[in-house]
């Protein structure tokens, strides 16, 4: 699944949790339990919205670029006084 699909089907099982939450709530009136659920449920709620806003739109999206690396031998001129790493220069001694 891409994040977006992701994104939508935790809203839509969100959704249906405030949809319990609201028929539950006609069933145990208000309580300090009951007010804990529904601020719980609201947090998720807020925190849902919080992340589908920074979560990127195109992220299912992506195009990667190729980039095609030619079979012909480099130039070599391009390494004209570089140094091999860890193995020193040619005119000094490595370590």
Do not use: F, N
């Not at 809203?11 to 339990?33: A, F, K, P, T, Y």
């Not at 920074?54 to 980039?67: I, N, R, S, Y």
């Amino acid at each position: 699944m891409s994040l977006q699909e992701d994104l939508t089907s935790v809203q839509r099982r969100l959704d249906d949790l405030m949809r319990c939450v609201g028929r539950l709530d006609e069933h145990v009136g208000d309580s300090l339990d009951m007010r804990r659920v529904r601020a719980d449920a609201g947090h998720l709620r807020e925190s849902l919205a919080l992340l589908q806003d920074a979560a990127p739109a195109a992220a299912g999206k992506q195009t990667v670029e190729m980039v095609t690396i030619p079979d012909a031998p480099y130039d070599r001129g391009l390494w004209a006084d570089a140094e091999d790493e860890g193995l020193g220069s040619p005119h000094r001694h490595a370590p």
